[in-house]
Each structure stands twice: as structure tokens, then as C-alpha cells.
């Protein structure tokens, strides 16, 4: 088993910066592939970024690129997403994972993570 746990969402106005943070526990961080995924009122969960478990290699879904930074901590079992210039339309659940297979490279699909944390909200105000 593994928990997760969200940090850092909260209120913000639209050109500011968030800092979300995942602290893991419960297994191996460090040989696991980790993803951040937001869900919107009426809308399906969503991919927003994903980072191999060496943090080599990271992804982004277009909507963030450019804009947004995923990193890890493998000694701190903790994973980040700092999100700058925040848009109304980034309004949503941010939710980080853990692949379900360690060593396994990174996706973007929701199926791949099999442990979810409770979500933080981060609300964007125009």
C-alpha cells in the first residue's frame, strides 16, 4: 500500500503562482513513476504532468507546458508541481498518483496509477 497526500492548493488570482505538494509513504517512492491529474466541476480527471522515478524524464499536458514545473524528492519521498501564471481555467481537484508498476516509465493515463491522494482544490479567480 501507499498513501498520498496533497498540499499547497488554495485561492489564488489569475498570473499568480501555486506550489503543490505530494508527501508519499507506505512503499518505495522512489522507484515509481508519479503523475498529477486535475479534475474540473462536471468534467473527467484529467492528466496535467508526470515524472519518471529517477525524475529524469517529465510530461506535460499542453494546456500547462511552459508554465508549469513537476520535480521530485526521492529522499524526502515528496513530489512538487509549481504552477505560474495561473489562468481561471486551471480551477480544479489536483490530484497526484503513483503508477502502479515500479520502474515503469511514466503516462498519461488515469488507468496507469493505481494509488490516488485526496486532492487539493486550487481555485483561480479572474
Known amino acids: 500500500q501507499v498513501q498520498l497526500v496533497e498540499s499547497g492548493g488554495g485561492l489564488v488570482q489569475a498570473g499568480g503562482s501555486l506550489r503543490l505538494s505530494c508527501a508519499a509513504s507506505?512503499?518505495?517512492?522512489?522507484?515509481?513513476?508519479m503523475g498529477w491529474f486535475r479534475q474540473a466541476p462536471g468534467k473527467e480527471r484529467e492528466f496535467v504532468a508526470a515524472?519518471?522515478?529517477?525524475?529524469?524524464?517529465?510530461y506535460y499536458t499542453d494546456s500547462v507546458k511552459g508554465r508549469s514545473t513537476i520535480s521530485r524528492d526521492n529522499a524526502q519521498n515528496t513530489m512538487y508541481l509549481e504552477m505560474n501564471s495561473l489562468k481561471p481555467d486551471d480551477t480544479a481537484v489536483y490530484y497526484c498518483?503513483?503508477?502502479?508498476?515500479?520502474?515503469?516509465?511514466?503516462?498519461?493515463?488515469?488507468?496507469?496509477?493505481?494509488?490516488w491522494g485526496q486532492g487539493t482544490q486550487v481555485t483561480v479567480s479572474s
Open positions: 498518483a503513483a503508477h502502479h508498476r515500479s520502474f515503469a516509465e511514466p503516462t498519461m493515463t488515469v488507468g496507469t496509477y493505481e494509488y
Open positions: 507506505g512503499r518505495t517512492f522512489s522507484t515509481y513513476s
Open positions: 515524472i519518471s522515478w529517477r525524475g529524469t524524464f517529465t
